[in-house]
């Protein structure tokens, strides 16, 4: 922990000292902006780690571990986002299948399965820069591979590990 001793009835002391804290608060706001960025970036990867895990056959259909952008927004507000327009299908499902195990957010963000209503009979598609296709398509299960990095980063106490961390980076601790 840092200490500062002031000789009272010493004005040099005293500015000093008033120096000093606002070097010390400069370094904890350049430590506050490195938590929320590094913390974004822990969010992003453990998604990619659990978004290659859930999707094992096919882990480079959509790339979506490629699509990541932390944006910062204004001085203290920053965004996780994930330009790939497939990756909120593989987030939240698509279809009777995805409907039938909704997303835990789904309804929160007002998000809609089987939005073209072929239910049980499914529907027909082929891809043709991977040469794969299906009839009958029902849909497909959300991985859920944000919404638990997210919730790991927070009930795993992460947060405090990357804040420990950069204290210690800083020399504050």
């Known amino acids: 922990m840092l200490k500062f001793e002031i000789e009272i009835l010493d004005k040099n002391s005293i500015d000093n000292a008033i120096k000093r804290m606002y070097k010390l608060q400069n370094r904890i706001y350049e430590i506050q902006r490195r938590f ?61 299948k995805g409907k039938l195990s909704q997303h835990k957010a789904a309804s929160d963000v007002n998000y809609q399965y ?36 997210f919730f790991e980063y927070q009930y795993n106490d992460i947060n405090e590990m990357l804040l420990e961390e950069l204290l210690k980076e800083g020399k504050l601790i």
């Open 114 to 149: 089987d939005v073209n209503n072929h239910g049980e009979s499914g529907w027909n598609w082929y891809n043709e820069d991977l040469g794969v296709g299906m009839k009958g398509f029902t849909g497909y299960k959300g991985k859920s591979f944000l919404y638990d990095s």
């Open 36 to 96: 929320i960025k590094r913390s974004l970036e822990w969010i992003r990867d453990r998604a990619n780690e659990l978004l290659k895990e859930r999707v094992y056959n096919f882990p480079n259909t959509a790339n979506v571990k490629d699509g990541w952008k932390i944006i910062e927004i204004s001085k203290d507000i920053w965004q996780l986002v994930n330009e790939n327009p497939l990756a909120g299908y593989i987030e939240f499902g698509v279809g009777l």
